[in-house]
């Protein structure tokens, strides 16, 4: 039994003995023999990292309508760092007969600037299945036929400032993107929706580590990181309401071209406008219009020079690619009234039933020693007779608002600013915070402002050499609304519709929420926009007279000065209250060569007494406000008065405001023309103007049957 044993371990010694030997000329073998050999494809064999592009997340409107999406297309690419010099001729001529497109086109395409200049370029797109397979059998190189996401805007021009487009990246962002796992050839964005919130569509891009020998051959995944997918932002505007409200712009701004100026005996250019609409209860932006405009779905490839100074630097068309509802800065002119009514009652100037006789102009009294120009007329010099702050406002009186204006000048004290200070409080001169790039603040004339204008471009500002000091001709014209005086669209509908809701001055929401499309949480809001309240303002007793001005502006009977835009109009339960202005703009029309005319807007809240939206319109030198700029708006009142009937009731985020019930004389009752001054919700026993009908004959508000019923 030993000696049996004995041979075992002696067998296994030697098997042992064996194994280490082999295992020692083998270690002999790699190190010494096959060193270099084994060095050499060590060196070969490499970390490839592949990054894998996120799916670009969507932009939808309140109701889900889509507005940017992404579909699967057919592209070539070229790669012309693969080419020696006359090699890619040959290559465009070969791709110029399988696409069909010449060769000139294709080379244009290689020059486009706006895509990475390390990026392969896009010479086609829109390719189907059986292009691909045409293309990639022909093995060309530096050629690569693939399925690519390519951005799309389902909607074409409709809300394209609002949506924005993407674009390859510029100087300034691809440090920043590449280093964020961007590729190169990607599109980002370049405006609007797109451009805000592009690190929420964008995702989180895959990258997988590989482990590749010189030939290509994958031998191990090192590491894997999936892509996540960007999330969906949903904006605050209506697709209809949109595509309403630009139609409406576009054919105002069109009618006013057929219209002759009186001043010029030339048509209006009327070259661009834009328009806003808000729900005042909450800052919720509902449509918002800019024209001219574009199609975001020309500039997904790219553009040449040529095409892009084709479609974007027309002289006749200005600005496509700007927003000119936050970022064109215009004189408001008599919409501003409502400032320095405002302003007057606040420095208690203003006695809001006082009588003032316009004559159609104010000169600044001799006692003050104004030198220069010292009378300021009305529109057409044309006299009002008499006038309160309330029809002062129905039918703009220049006169009324230049003394108001005057006054205050002379006034020592932090009141001699009553208007730059009320505007402020009403939003203008400072960003309105909607959440869209570019926004541009405006500018409220005073002092500084005009020193700092004359100082840093007086060939524009101070051509003349005038003093540099705030002057009351000045302050007059700011109280017009003219002068160093310069507000956006989206701040004339907010300071309205601040007014209109009691006080309440909200950032102007354009988007409701960003929801999540990846893993655990998709379907889930990641961000919501609740309406953001900037201040609460208090208006000074006597502001419901200027509201009772503002109510009249569309009444002919009280001779309001959009009247006829209105003439027809079905006001049961959806009276308008706003304002026109007539802006003079400064300076000539660089294509035109002459003066540039007068710009129209017209800014107003419905209903009166429930107000719930505010419009906003605007239109470059496109005459009276009454006349191109309110037939706009109506006609977006009417589509608005249709659409609401089928949203849900929204977040209201403010108090509305209480009516103001004076007492009346019981002489004034009578009087027809105060039918329309009845404050809607008085309580009752107050006296309010009232005029007598055939079934009141006493004016009390009882009809005379049920009192004889008694």
């Not at 020693?369 to 300021?376: K, Q």
Request: charged share 20%; net charge negative; with cysteine.
């Amino acid at each position: 039994m030993n000696e049996q044993l004995s041979r075992r371990l002696a067998f296994m010694g030697v098997l042992i003995i064996a194994l280490f030997a082999a295992l020692a000329t083998r270690a002999w073998y790699l190190q010494v023999l096959r060193t270099e050999e084994l060095s050499d494809q060590a060196l070969l064999n490499h970390v490839e990292i592949v990054v894998t592009q996120p799916t670009r997340g969507r932009i939808l409107d309140r109701h889900g309508v889509v507005l940017a999406d992404n579909v699967r297309t057919g592209v070539v690419t070229v790669d012309r760092s693969r080419y020696a010099p006359g090699q890619i001729d040959y290559v465009l001529e070969q791709l110029s007969q399988l696409l069909d497109i010449p060769a000139a086109t294709l080379a244009s395409r290689l020059d486009d600037e706006q895509t990475h200049p390390l990026a392969e370029k896009v010479v086609a797109s829109g390719l189907d299945e059986y292009g691909l397979l045409r293309v990639a059998e022909q093995s060309l190189p530096g050629v690569e036929a693939k399925w690519a996401m390519s951005r799309t805007y389902p909607q074409n021009e409709i809300g394209a400032h609002v949506v924005g487009y993407v674009g390859a990246m510029s100087p300034g962002q691809q440090e920043r993107l590449l280093k964020a796992g961007y590729l190169p050839a990607e599109r980002v964005g370049k405006s609007g929706i797109e451009q805000i919130f592009e690190n929420d569509l964008h995702g989180q891009p895959g990258r997988t580590e590989l482990e590749v020998d010189s030939t290509g051959r994958v031998h191990r995944v090192i590491s894997e990181v999936l892509a996540e997918p960007g999330s969906d932002v949903f904006v605050s505007i209506d697709a209809d309401l949109q595509a309403a409200t630009e139609s409406y712009l576009r054919q105002g701004l069109i009618a006013a071209r057929k219209t002759v100026s009186e001043d010029s005996g030339f048509f209006y250019p009327s070259i661009g406008g834009a328009a806003v609409v808000m729900d005042l209860r909450n800052g919720d932006v509902l449509a918002m219009a800019s024209h001219p405009t574009f199609d975001p779905n020309w500039l997904v490839g790219g553009l040449t020079t040529a095409e892009y100074q084709s479609v974007f630097e027309n002289p006749y068309a200005p600005g496509a690619l700007n927003n000119r509802a936050i970022q064109g800065q215009y004189s408001p002119g008599s919409v501003f009234k409502l400032v320095t009514a405002l302003a007057g009652l606040e420095a208690r100037l203003i006695s809001p039933r006082a009588a003032y006789y316009d004559i159609g102009y104010f000169k600044i009294p001799e006692k003050y020693g104004c030198t220069g120009r010292c009378t300021f007329y009305n529109a057409d010099k044309a006299p009002l007779g008499i006038v309160d702050l309330s029809s002062a406002i129905t039918r703009s009186s220049d006169a009324y608002f230049y003394k108001v204006a005057h006054d205050l000048y002379w006034i020592r004290g932090e009141e001699q600013w009553a208007i730059q200070d009320m505007a402020q409080l009403l939003g203008f001169g400072s960003q309105s915070g909607i959440q869209l790039p570019f926004e541009k603040k405006g500018r409220i004339g005073d002092e500084k402002v005009k020193q700092q204008l004359f100082e840093s471009n007086p060939d524009a500002y101070n051509p003349y050499g005038e003093s540099s000091q705030w002057l009351p001709g000045d302050n007059i014209n700011t109280g017009i609304g003219q002068g160093f005086v310069s507000v956006t669209p989206v701040q004339l509908a907010n300071a309205f519709g601040t007014f209109a809701n009691g006080g309440t001055l909200f950032s102007p929401n354009i988007v409701e929420r960003v929801v999540s499309r990846s893993g655990d949480r998709f379907g889930e809001s990641v961000i919501e926009f609740n309406p953001r309240i900037q201040r609460i303002a208090e208006f000074p007793e006597g502001s419901g007279v200027v509201r009772e001005g503002l109510h009249g502006v569309a009444s002919k009977s009280r001779r309001g000065t959009a009247w006829r835009a209105f003439e027809g109009y079905d006001s049961s339960g959806y009276a308008i209250a706003g304002k026109t202005g007539t802006s003079q703009a400064e300076g000539r029309n660089p294509v035109l060569h002459r003066k540039k005319e007068d710009s129209a807007v017209f800014v107003a809240w419905a209903p009166q007494h429930d107000p719930r939206y505010v419009v906003a319109v605007v239109m470059e030198e496109a005459g009276f406000g009454g006349d191109a700029a309110a037939p706009v708006a109506r006609r977006i009142f009417e589509a608005l008065r249709a659409y609401e009937q089928r949203w849900p009731d929204p977040q209201v985020a403010f108090i509305p405001p209480q009516p103001e019930c004076p007492q009346i004389p019981e002489a004034l009752r009578g009087y027809e023309a105060f039918i329309g001054y009845v404050p809607e919700g008085c309580p009752w026993g107050i006296q309010v103007p009232r005029a007598n009908t055939p079934e009141d004959v006493d004016g009390d508000g009882v009809p005379d049957v049920e009192e004889r019923d008694e």
